[in-house]
C-alpha cells in the first residue's frame, strides 16, 4: 500500500482527480488530498466536490510514496504557493514517483525541474515546459524515471495504468 | 475613436475586461468582444456575463486600430487556438498597439512575439514569459513599443490610463 500525496485548488479539472483517485484506491493505495484554498473541499471547474484531507503544512514528502498533481486551472495557482512549489521541487529530486497530467507539469517550470527532463503536458502548457528546458514529446504517457506525464483526460486510462503500475 | 479589438473565451477574468471596456469606452472608442465558444455570451470567472459581438472569422487585424487580451483563465484557451494566435502574432508585428493584462502575456509566447519584448505578466506567468526570451519586469504597467501590459486587477487604474493615451 503506497500514500500519494495529490495537490490541488478550485478549477481542477473534475475527472482527473476522482478517475486517478479512484484507480489508485481501488489498486489498494491511498491518496491524500492536499489543498490550503481556506477550506474543507475544493470546487473542481466542472462543479464537483473533491474532499481535502490535510493542509500543505501537515505533511513533508518524507510522509508520503508519491505525487499526484492533476491538471485544470489548479496548478496554474499551486506554481505562485511556494510551499507547493519547494514541495513539488523536493518530490522530483528525492526520486519518488511523481504523475503530472495535463496542465500539472506546470509547476515543475517554477520548481525549476523541467530541464532535461522528457514529459508531456496539455497544448498549452507544452512550448513552455520546451522553453523551460524540457524534452517534450506529445504522446498520451511519458514514462522518465520517476516522472510520469499526460496530456488530458483522453489519456487517462493509460495513465492510470502507468501510475498504478509504479507503485507495485 | 478607436475602434479595439478584445479576444477572450469563458473564465476570463472578468473585471480585467468589464473595466478597461468601460475606460475605452469612456474615452470615446468602440470595444469589440470577440469570442468562439459556442454562445453569444462569455462566462466570466467570478461569474459576469459578457456579450460576445462577433467571430474570430470576421474580422482581420485591417479592421481594428488596436487589440485588448483580458486575463483569467482564457488566455490559457486562446492560445490553443491557431485562429487567435495568429490574429494576436499579425497584431504585435502590426505596429499597433497590443494590450494585455495578468495572463494575456501567455498568448505572446504561442505567437513567438515575445523575445526581446519587455513585458509583465501575472506572477505564475512571468517565468514562461522569460523563458520565451521576454526581459520582464515586475512592474504595474510596462510600455515597451505597441506593447502595453499589466500584472493583475490592482493594476487595472494605471493600465486603463496608458492603453487610454495610447489611442490618443
Redesign the interface.
Known amino acids: 500500500m503506497s500514500k500519494i500525496a495529490a495537490i490541488m485548488t478550485d478549477?481542477v479539472e473534475d475527472i482527473e482527480i476522482t478517475s486517478t483517485k479512484e484507480a489508485l484506491e481501488n489498486a489498494g493505495n491511498e491518496v491524500v488530498v492536499i489543498s490550503d484554498n481556506g477550506k474543507d473541499h475544493v470546487d473542481g471547474k466542472q462543479g464537483s466536490t473533491i474532499s481535502v484531507d490535510q493542509s500543505i503544512e501537515d505533511g513533508d514528502v518524507s510522509s508520503f510514496d508519491a505525487l499526484l498533481i492533476p491538471g485544470g486551472?489548479s496548478p496554474?495557482?499551486l506554481?505562485?504557493d511556494d510551499r507547493y512549489v519547494d514541495f513539488t521541487k523536493k518530490f522530483v529530486e528525492s526520486g519518488k514517483p511523481v504523475f503530472a497530467i495535463c496542465?500539472g507539469p506546470?509547476i515543475f517550470?517554477?520548481a525549476g525541474v523541467a530541464k532535461g527532463r522528457t514529459m508531456t503536458g496539455f497544448?498549452?502548457v507544452r512550448?513552455?515546459l520546451a522553453?523551460?528546458g524540457a524534452n517534450v514529446k506529445d504522446e498520451e504517457v511519458v514514462v522518465d524515471d520517476n516522472l510520469i506525464t499526460s496530456r488530458t483526460p483522453d489519456d487517462l486510462d493509460t495513465f492510470n495504468k502507468e501510475i498504478v503500475n509504479a507503485l507495485k
Request: proline share 6%; glycine share 0%; aromatic share 12%.
Open positions: 478549477f486551472f496554474d495557482q506554481r505562485t496542465h506546470q517550470i517554477q497544448t498549452s512550448p513552455d522553453n523551460a
